[in-house]
């Protein structure tokens, strides 16, 4: 089975002179236990897949141009915030728009294969799959001379590889009462291909001092935060009027926020209309 697919997009989000995107796709699929005969063998049904596509999806509203935000003015013993007395204010937004913004686009290809054996009593499906985005929109920060603290942009390439894996068994088949066991395992590894024209990373979110940053060749999800400062032979450098030690001017890398993988097992039983999961 070959199947072809197509799409194109117009989206006001995005400059006028390139707000269209367009993105095609193609399945190819092969029933082998439908080419073969595979009666004398334990195999009830063998399937092979391939696909590869693209996927496009434009930028959040108010990203081009610049826009105007609700005024306030700081005082020595609070702020106004307009409107104040029946009057309106507003000031330039500090977020600078960019008017080269482009779309993002995702691009995918995936390899899978499906088996089942005695008459559908045990099956496995496994798929593999090699997912790039290119031209994620993020906020640069930029010199505050520039009347603008930050820059919209398209950053760099994103890369996500990964397996995902489901099995199922029907222990018991009788006439009133049925067993189907189902176990799904899925893992993927992303990272950051590169940052191209941007920074040496993107802050993705805060908390107090620690960061979910973005660094070219690591993962788009590491957790960063303050590390003790050290010596070159490995000891820990301390103020020595305190005796606590001192920080490193860069955070130091803790982990990863996603799971290394996932994994799920489930039980179906059935008895006559009654149905149990867990």
Do not use: C, H
């Not at 005969?37 to 696909?51: E, G, M, V, Y």
């Not at 935000?69 to 307009?82: A, K, Q």
């Amino acid at each position: 089975y070959f199947s072809l697919n197509a799409r194109n997009d117009w989206s006001s989000t995005l400059p006028i002179d390139n707000s269209s995107f367009f993105y095609p796709g193609a399945n190819l699929s092969w029933i082998a236990s439908k080419t073969f005969d595979l009666s004398r063998t334990a195999i009830s049904f063998l399937k092979f897949r391939a696909a590869y596509g693209k996927t496009g999806s434009d930028a959040p509203p108010y990203d081009v141009y610049p826009v105007l935000s609700i005024g306030n003015v700081n005082l020595p013993f609070g702020s106004i915030t307009f409107p104040f007395n029946g009057v309106s204010a507003f000031g330039i937004a500090n977020t600078l728009g960019n008017l080269n913004l482009k779309p993002i686009i995702t691009s995918e290809a995936e390899l899978g294969t499906e088996i089942r054996f005695w008459k559908n009593r045990l099956g496995l499906d496994v798929a593999v799959y090699d997912k790039r985005t290119d031209g994620q929109i993020f906020t640069v920060p930029i010199s505050p001379s520039t009347g603008y603290t930050g820059l919209v942009e398209n950053l760099g390439v994103v890369s996500n590889k990964g397996i995902e894996v489901a099995a199922d068994a029907k222990p018991v088949v009788s006439k009133d009462f049925n067993w189907t066991v189902t176990y799904t395992f899925s893992k993927n590894w992303n990272k950051v291909e590169n940052l191209t024209g941007g920074p040496d990373k993107v802050i993705l979110s805060t908390a107090y001092d620690a960061e979910l940053d973005a660094f070219p060749g690591k993962s788009v999800t590491g957790l960063y935060a303050p590390v003790p400062l050290y010596t070159a032979d490995g000891k820990i450098i301390v103020n020595p009027s305190t005796g606590i030690p001192l920080s490193d001017p860069k955070k130091g890398y803790y982990g990863d926020a996603v799971y290394d993988y996932t994994m799920g097992l489930l039980n179906n039983l059935n008895y006559k209309n009654w149905g149990l999961n867990f």
